[in-house]
């Protein structure tokens, strides 16, 4: 069984459209990866578990690096729930209560 991966809402598809171009090159790579072979496709360190259900898509560019939040949900389905330009460290506890909030919109 293949995986699918889905964005939540059109709000979500806004955010991957703002994303730098290159960015968004490299997450749809990330997606089509996943797609075709599962998480064991994508490059070392592209996914971190960040708390409970909410997992990272580890994404960098020429411009900087992005995070694409999302959890997965029944069926090898993964759901993006948010996607960023990161600008700190540390994911921010803001985009993380934003991606808690949307995924109870599915849990």
Do not use: C, N
């Not at 960015?23 to 072979?37: K, N, P």
């Not at 578990?49 to 994404?59: N, Q």
């Not at 948010?82 to 460290?89: L, P």
């Amino acid at each position: 069984m293949e995986w699918a991966v889905a964005v939540l809402s059109k709000t979500v598809a806004e955010e991957i459209a703002a994303l730098p171009a290159d960015m968004r090159a490299r997450l749809a790579r990330l997606i089509g990866l996943i797609e075709q072979f599962g998480f064991s496709g994508l490059p070392r360190d592209s996914v971190k578990h960040l708390d409970d259900k909410l997992w990272e898509l580890r994404i960098t560019g020429r411009d900087g690096i992005s995070r694409a939040i999302y959890v997965t949900a029944s069926g090898r389905r993964v759901i993006i729930l948010r996607a960023f330009v990161k600008k700190t460290q540390k994911t921010p506890a803001r985009e993380l209560e934003i991606a808690r909030q949307r995924m109870k919109d599915i849990i």
